[in-house]
């Protein structure tokens, strides 16, 4: 309860208060993560069970339609799965691999910014070179370059079972060069600080000085720039999903959805690719908000 009420009792806490843009962004991203995280208890329907599924309820429009039912609250696509059910499940898998993504980009930006910040000389100019050689190429090219030789090299049979951890590599492999310049930048100044002099004098280890005593010093800006990088690896996924290299439509993400929906745009049935772009809209549109007022908060500059 103390730790609680010293949080609540923080400049931060303070300053997430008085931001209503804050507040909103907050409770969009926690109602959003409730409903994708709690999916098999929140959805109506299991749209991955086919004994439940039959294709006489398929392309049944929302319920405020003429010809909509209260079953089935946004519809149903082409296979007579619920919309709706669908939609938390696809939020869930998208959130997944973004969570995934980001992290596994983290571990690899942090590990070589700190080794091109401390060691420097051309170890540094290396790295940051191969950084920038991948930072003057579009994530999405990076990714798709990354997915087409991954696919290339697999059985086709074994496609849809490697399809996921392709995805997180791919947005990863094309998201890390962020990460290793803002700690290297970081690390550069804190390895000058007296506590690091002080740690060498009596004999500390170059790794354990980067990862016990630089490294939590410079996860402030890392962990904003992964709240905002969260944003663009959900976007990636989503792009890499609608141009059909993505997750397989067995387990749709929301870039699944809007592509499948996609066919049935111009039919009439607008229902079945509007709802996915709204979640995934409203989805980025709350971790952005969310990254640039926590950035905002954490500037010392700006308070």
Do not use: C
Not at 102 to 128: N, P, T
Not at 181 to 202: C, D, F, H, L, P
């Amino acid at each position: 309860m103390n730790a609680l009420q010293r949080f609540w009792d923080s400049d931060l806490a303070w300053a997430w208060r008085h931001s209503p843009v804050a507040i909103f962004a907050t409770i969009m991203t926690g109602l959003l993560f409730f409903g994708a995280f709690g999916a098999p208890w929140v959805a109506p329907h299991n749209p991955f069970d086919l004994a439940s599924i039959t294709l006489m309820d398929a392309l049944l429009p929302p319920v405020w339609e003429s010809d909509g039912q209260l079953t089935y609250l946004l519809g149903t696509d082409s296979q007579g799965r619920d919309l709706f059910s669908s939609l938390l499940y696809g939020t869930r898998i998208s959130l997944l691999i973004g969570f995934a993504s980001v992290a596994l980009s983290m571990v690899i930006g942090i590990f070589l910014g700190l080794i091109a910040g401390y060691a420097g000389g051309r170890i540094d100019a290396f790295i940051m070179r191969v950084a920038d050689v991948q930072l003057s190429f579009p994530a999405i090219l990076i990714a798709l370059l990354i997915d087409g030789v991954a696919r290339a090299a697999v059985p086709q049979d074994l496609l849809d079972v490697i399809a996921f951890p392709v995805l997180v590599g791919a947005i990863a492999l094309a998201g890390w060069p962020q990460y290793a310049r803002t700690v290297r930048g970081s690390a550069m100044v804190e390895k000058n600080r007296e506590y690091v002099q002080a740690a060498k004098v009596i004999g500390v280890s170059g790794p354990r000085i980067m990862f016990s005593h630089v490294l939590p010093n410079v996860m402030g800006p890392v962990l904003v720039l992964a709240t905002v990088h969260l944003a663009t690896a959900i976007i990636t996924e989503a792009t890499l999903s609608f141009l059909g290299v993505g997750v397989p439509p067995t387990s749709p993400s929301l870039g699944t959805l809007i592509r499948i929906g996609n066919d049935f745009l111009f039919s009439g049935e607008w229902w079945i690719t509007i709802f996915p772009g709204l979640v995934l809209i409203l989805l980025v549109l709350s971790v952005n908000l969310l990254g640039d007022w926590l950035r905002d908060a954490l500037n010392p500059r700006l308070n």
